[in-house]
């Protein structure tokens, strides 16, 4: 299989080399047509496609910056009528003349100018690329004998014959001792070493890397020294279809001003959006006085989150600022000033139209309510004073905490032993008649209830405040139980309850003096 690099217009089914379009339509009908019909309709096809696509690729790339340029020469007009001291208005109307139109004609003319063009220079790539290879792999036998370079650089397209030029095509001037005849490498054809043009191999790789699609790295076409032992000579002709094929590259993948402005501008909101959180859990946690996070920490977050939002307010605004002219030349419109006093107006500086005026003003709005959004609500920090003194109070408050929840559980403690008090005090003043009344009965005796006296502990036990002392809420229960056996002449159990009281008394006495 044939691995070398073809140029021209190859059949796709027999590989055969043509040098034009037509040429290659017409073999395929020839030669393939009744080998398969699908395939010629396919290929048909094809080429409709891609020359509709180059033209409207060629069409939108130079009409680009159409509505700048008529604004411009609108404004041009305007103002050389007001110099000149003529109104438009007052003109007289004049008829319309005789007209033809060349549309048609100019995109047939136009058409067959943008083939030739791409056609020449997807062929001057392709022999580009054969110079590359060859000189890449025989660098150093081509540096030691000239000859056999030459004879390889003619392998790639025929030189002219140096009879058929006496002059230079480009300056027009006859060649003699002093002004050597020398051929481009890309064409064959003859000019003047003035008139010639050096591309070096990486801008050469470059371009044929990028035409194959292997690397998206826009070529870049620096001026450098010419090497005529590595570089390739070219006329001003191939040399110009590079050049544009380089800078459409480059404007493919290389972004404008307000691209990388605005990328700039949504990572910095991005990364301010992603970091913010983080930040107000530190805030809200050093304001509260806890110890979880450390103020340094916190302080180098806000110190990022400011700088995020510096940046996408500073990218914002000179995104407006794009569109927006001078402060000078502002007053000057606002105060009307013409003529010497206004200054030459800035023909270099291309006019924005309406549209893309809106477009940068709601970025600049997008931006301001961000700001407004994230950065005026974000909260501050304490410093470290006011953090020391916040702790404290928080460490106060939760020992204060910790103070009344233990002496809840106390008290809720001391509720539950004077009930159980109660009940057995209960149990001891019931009498049991079973053992005879003069028998002195014990505290801790049983007493049948049908015969045994029993004082009212639900009401006193009910009447009490559960957040009282619990030693005198049990003396005021014993006094209570004596009262009522005094009137109930109970003076057995009397006995046992006045002993009672007596320790209580004693124990309240004794944790007063602690």
Not at 88 to 94: I, K, T, Y
Not at 173 to 192: E, P
Not at 311 to 327: E, G, W, Y
Request: proline letters at 5%; aromatic letters at 4%; a positive charge.
């Amino acid at each position: 299989m044939d691995n070398s690099i073809k140029e021209g217009f190859i059949c796709p089914i027999c590989r055969r080399e043509l040098d034009s379009l037509a040429g290659l339509q017409g073999h395929f009908e020839t030669a393939h047509s009744s080998e398969d019909k699908a395939g010629l309709k396919g290929v048909k096809g094809l080429f409709g496609r891609a020359k509709r696509k180059l033209l409207r690729e060629v069409h939108s790339a130079t009409t680009e910056g159409a509505p700048v340029a008529q604004d411009q020469e609108v404004s041009r007009l305007r103002t050389s009528s007001e110099a000149s001291g003529i109104d438009p208005v007052l003109w007289e109307p004049q008829e319309f003349g005789a007209s033809r139109d060349h549309f048609r004609t100019f995109k047939k003319l136009r058409e067959d100018n943008v083939k030739r063009t791409v056609i020449e220079t997807n062929k001057k790539v392709i022999r580009l690329e054969k110079l590359c290879d060859g000189l890449s792999k025989n660098r150093a036998e081509f540096k030691s004998d000239g000859k056999k370079r030459k004879a390889f650089e003619q392998t790639v397209v025929q030189w002219m014959a140096d009879s058929m030029a006496a002059s230079c095509p480009y300056c027009e001037k006859n060649f003699n001792v002093r002004r050597r005849k020398h051929h481009c490498r890309l064409c064959g054809k003859i000019m003047c070493d003035k008139c010639s043009e050096y591309i070096t191999l990486p801008f050469a790789a470059s371009l044929t890397k990028a035409a194959k699609g292997g690397d998206q790295k826009a070529p870049t076409g620096e001026e450098v020294e010419p090497d005529p032992d590595n570089d390739i000579r070219t006329c001003f002709s191939c040399f110009g279809l590079l050049l544009r094929r380089s800078q459409r590259l480059q404007n493919k993948y290389q972004r404008t001003p307000i691209i990388q402005l605005y990328e700039r501008m949504t990572s910095a909101m991005e990364e301010a959006g992603s970091l913010q959180p983080r930040y107000l859990t530190m805030a809200l946690s050093l304001n509260a006085g806890e110890q979880t996070h450390s103020l340094a920490t916190a302080q180098e977050t806000r110190h990022r989150l400011i700088k995020m939002f510096e940046t996408a307010d500073a990218a914002s605004k000179r995104i407006l600022a794009m569109v927006q002219p001078p402060p000078q030349k502002q007053q000057q419109q606002a105060r009307g000033k013409k003529g010497k006093d206004a200054g030459p107006p800035a023909d270099d500086q291309p006019v924005a139209s309406a549209r893309e005026i809106h477009l940068h003003k709601q970025i600049r709005l997008f931006a301001s309510q961000f700001l407004q959004e994230h950065m005026v609500s974000l909260p501050g920090l304490p410093d470290a004073d006011k953090l020391k003194q916040l702790q404290a109070e928080r460490s106060r408050a939760a020992e204060e905490k910790a103070r009344r929840d233990r002496e809840a559980a106390e008290r809720a403690m001391d509720m539950r032993e004077m009930q159980k008090i109660a009940s057995e005090l209960q149990v001891m003043t019931t009498g049991d008649n079973s053992q005879g009344s003069s028998s002195a009965a014990s505290p801790r005796e049983s007493v049948s209830p049908s015969g045994g006296w029993q004082p009212n502990v639900t009401a006193m036990v009910s009447g009490a405040d559960p957040d009282g002392d619990p030693l005198l809420l049990q003396r005021d229960l014993l006094r209570g139980y004596i009262e009522q056996a005094r009137k109930d002449k109970r003076f057995d159990e009397l006995d046992a309850l006045e002993g009672s009281l007596r320790d209580i008394e004693m124990e309240i006495s004794r944790s007063r003096r602690q």
